[in-house]
């Protein structure tokens, strides 16, 4: 592991926060607690289970196993929040944690196991497997928000019919090197 890959980890983390941000910014109450059936979770849902897996998983990151005792993993797919101020709260809580872990991180902690269910992980193998978790259950928030808002839905992405003019604004730069977050991403204030 080495810094560029916690730099581009975290971009990623933080654009994939942001699709979450950008969704429920388009939808009304409502939409953020309907489900389709009853196995079916509703976007509060997952973000009740987003909240209680990133507080275990990255609570003490490198000292205790991600699957802490006090997590009630089944509870977080219980209704249990009533507001949309519930859901902002939980879901900044639990990026929160993330991105305190994250910053923890030091080239003399790269090499710590981090144990996952009694399950050994390098610190990139750990950070990874959330990394695959996280976009997927937003993912699964984008589309309930899109089918909830059908038509109404404002893309977060390069929108149906205007990827020849996306392409084309972006072959008309000249090569450098970037993460593609960027153009997505607020800007870091310098910290003094």
Known sequence: ?????????????????LLGDKTFAQLPDEALFWQYNAESNSIALIVQH???NMRSRWTDFLTSDGEKAWRE???????RMESRAE???????????????????????WDTTV??????HSVTEAINRQLAHYPYH????????????DGQWTSL???????????????????QMVH?????LPPKQEQH
């Open 1 to 17: 592991m080495n810094e560029d890959y916690l730099i581009s980890v975290r971009k990623q983390f933080e654009y994939y926060k």
């Open 87 to 109: 859901l902002l709260a939980q879901w900044e809580e639990g990026w929160q944690c993330l991105f305190t872990a994250l910053d923890m991180l030091t080239p003399s902690t």
């Open 180 to 184: 593609f977050t960027d153009e997505y």
């Open 157 to 175: 992405s390069i929108p149906r019919g205007a990827s020849s003019h996306y392409n084309a604004e972006k072959f008309a730069q000249p090569k």
């Open 138 to 149: 937003v993912g699964q928030m984008v589309f309930l928000g899109k089918m909830a808002l």
């Open 115 to 120: 144990y996952i269910r009694n399950q050994g």
């Open 50 to 52: 987003l909240w209680g």
């Open 73 to 79: 993993r089944e509870a977080e797919f219980e209704p």
